[in-house]
T-cell receptor, first 115, second 112 residues
Framework: GAGVSQSPSNKVTEKGKDVELRCDPISGHTALYWYRQSLGQGLEFLIYFQGNSAPDKSGLPSDRFSAERTGGSVSTLTIQRTQQEDSAVYLC?????????????FGEGSWLTVV | DAKTTQPPSMDCAEGRAANLPCNHSTISGNEYVYWYRQIHSQGPQYIIHGLKNNETNEMASLIITEDRKSSTLILPHATLRDTAVYYCIALYSGGGADGLTFGKGTHLIIQP
């Protein structure tokens, strides 16, 4: 597709369940980011993938959160044993090769509600 | 990445120019100033970026002070659809493992 695609767009899950959120970046983009945005808050960086380098996981809030990127393309963010405070919109972004990040494109997000 | 400060909210009349300020007094020489906006319920959208010189594109103009400690995003003829949260960010141009750090931005409200 032309843009960053995320699925599901909306997810309601029970506390304690695991969830997987998927991101399909723009073809050819080697950098991929995951962010979280709680209601009324700014974007919170979670994790960054760049090519074949080890991902920067410094923003993951706890060990219940993990992400992988298979084949340098699609990424999956997994939240285990979800808690109510995990409710937020999870945004994925990708950017083109090279140094400047002016070509970062965001998806529309996956809205997660933990009940 | 350098910290930026923005007013939490601003109003602007439809059809007028919206001028959104941003302070980035600790910006380093190789950090660019980027602006993004986020319309309610949508992902952030890139607007414009610059290093030293003023920049203009189809969406907006970016005015950067000579000392680079502040900048202003200008939407020349604001419309109701420009109501959004606008984020000013200072980013190292060389990429690297750090992510974009967004603050709370400025909530711009265009009044009819």
């Amino acid at each position: 597709g032309a843009g960053v695609s995320q699925s599901p767009s909306n997810k309601v899950t029970e506390k304690g369940k695991d969830v997987e959120l998927r991101c399909d970046p723009i073809s050819g983009h080697t950098a991929l980011y995951w962010y979280r945005q709680s209601l009324g808050q700014g974007l919170e960086f979670l994790i960054y993938f760049q090519g074949n380098s080890a991902p920067d996981k410094s923003g993951l809030p706890s060990d219940r959160f993990s992400a992988e990127r298979t084949g340098g393309s699609v990424s999956t963010l997994t939240i285990q044993r979800t808690q109510q405070e995990d409710s937020a919109v999870y945004l994925c972004a990708s950017s083109s090769p090279g140094g400047l990040r002016n070509t970062i494109y965001f998806g529309e997000g996956s809205w997660l509600t933990v009940v | 990445d350098a910290k930026t400060t923005q007013p939490p909210s601003m109003d602007c009349a439809e059809g007028r120019a919206a001028n959104l300020p941003c302070n980035h007094s600790t910006i380093s020489g190789n950090e660019y100033v980027y602006w993004y906006r986020q319309i309610h319920s949508q992902g952030p959208q890139y607007i414009i970026h610059g290093l030293k010189n003023n920049e203009t594109n189809e969406m907006a103009s970016l005015i950067i002070t000579e000392d680079r400690k502040s900048s202003t995003l200008i939407l020349p003829h604001a419309t109701l659809r420009d109501t959004a949260v606008y984020y000013c960010i200072a980013l190292y141009s060389g990429g690297g493992a750090d992510g974009l750090t967004f603050g709370k931005g400025t909530h711009l409200i265009i009044q009819p």
